[in-house]
Each structure stands twice: as C-alpha cells, then as structure tokens.
C-alpha cells in the first residue's frame, strides 16, 4: 500500500532539524551536517557515493531502509540549494553532482517557475510553484503505487504533518545538541493528528524514533 512517509530524517536530542543561517558553505545551516554522522559513517551512505566501506549494523539498516519502495520525492526549495529568488538559468543543479541519490521523480516547491531538470542516474526534479496539496498530487501520481518520501526540510515537515499528510515517519534522534536552528515538532500535537503508535530502536550513532499513525507499520 502506498505511503506517504518521513525517513532518516535527523534530528538533535533537543529537537532541532536544520540549524541556523543555511548559505552555500552550511546546507543544513550552522553545525547542522552534525545531525547526519549517524548516516555517514553507514555503508549505505558510502555505496551511494561509489565507495567501499563503511559501517553495517542497525544505522545501516534503518539508512537502506529508508530508500526501499519509494517512488517519488518531495522536497523544500531550501533543501534543494542555497538559491533565493527568481532562478538564473539552470546553472543551480542541486548539492550532490551529476547524479543525485533520489533515483526517481523529486517534486521541488518553489515560488519560482524553472523547466524540469533531468540528471544522471533516474533522478528528474520537477519545480512546482501551486503548492505542496498540488506537489504531492503530482508526487503521488509519479510513484506509480509506491510512497512518497517527504525529504525536508523542516518546514516542509510540518507543514504536511499539520495538513494530515503524512502516514508514518522515521527520526533519528542525533546525539547532538543544537540549541537554535529549525525546531521539527515545536507546536504540533501528533496525537491529535492521529499518530498513536511510537517505537525506539538503539543504533550506535543515533535512536530510531518510529512514530504512525493508526493502522499503520
């Protein structure tokens, strides 16, 4: 069954999914790539990149885990790169190179018109300026039956959480602790927006927080 879903999304122990200040030198704002050491050490994180290593174990697994059945992406334009305003050309492909780890359909919000972008490796980011219930339509459509992977940022995050989008989600509590940046739940009430179901699962470099919502995995 088709899910609309969270994964691997970090997070520090105080709360924090981003830091603050994001510019080209700080993608996910200021100490914020700390977060993710958990993923990078993983050797899912290393077959992405063409390398050889890295760690196995539960990180690892809740890392490929993430990346399973998933037919379609959505992401914030922040989560896309640094650029703000209208585009200039096409000169801003995204931070990861020629070939982008999304492998599918990636469903962009912006307020800003930009042709669809195709990359190596299966990835095509298409910019959507109506809106996420629009986004996620199109995202859904993509996926041809298989779930959506809601990527970030934060505010996209709560957004689809406030609007009921989202089934279930994977955290990773980071061992870190921000003290400012992007906070993910500051507000929200996920029982009532009917998430009743809360697993935690020990890993070396982080906690796997699952949360769904009734019904759900």
């Not at 492909?93 to 972008?117: N, Q």
């Not at 190596?120 to 298989?146: I, P, Q, S, Y």
């Not at 996209?156 to 279930?168: F, H, K, P, W």
Request: glycine share 14%.
């Amino acid at each position: 069954m088709s899910k609309v879903r969270v994964a691997a999304f970090s997070v520090s122990v105080d709360g924090f999914g981003a830091g603050p200040k994001q510019d080209l030198n700080n993608p996910l704002g200021v100490r914020g790539l700390e977060l993710h050491r958990w993923f990078f050490e993983t050797e899912s994180f290393c077959k992405m990149h063409g390398k050889a290593g890295g760690v196995r174990g539960v990180d690892d697994e809740f890392a490929a885990r993430s990346f399973e059945h998933v037919g379609a992406w959505i992401l914030g334009r922040n989560m896309f790169g640094p650029v703000r305003g209208p585009w200039e050309g096409d000169s801003w492909k995204g931070w990861w190179g020629d070939e982008p780890p999304y492998h599918t359909p990636v469903f962009v919000l912006t307020h800003h018109a930009r042709p669809s972008l195709t990359m190596e490796g299966g990835t095509t980011f298409h910019f959507v300026t109506d809106g996420l219930e629009a986004a996620l339509a199109r995202a859904k459509d993509a996926a041809n039956g298989k779930d959506v992977r809601i990527g970030g940022g934060v505010s996209v995050i709560r957004q689809c959480l406030t609007a009921g989008y989202i089934d279930e989600m994977h955290i990773a509590m980071s061992p870190v602790l921000l003290g400012e940046g992007e906070h993910l739940f500051s507000g929200i009430d996920l029982s009532k927006l009917g998430f009743d179901r809360v697993r935690f699962v020990a890993g070396d470099g982080a906690t796997h927080v699952l949360i769904s919502k009734a019904g759900g995995a």
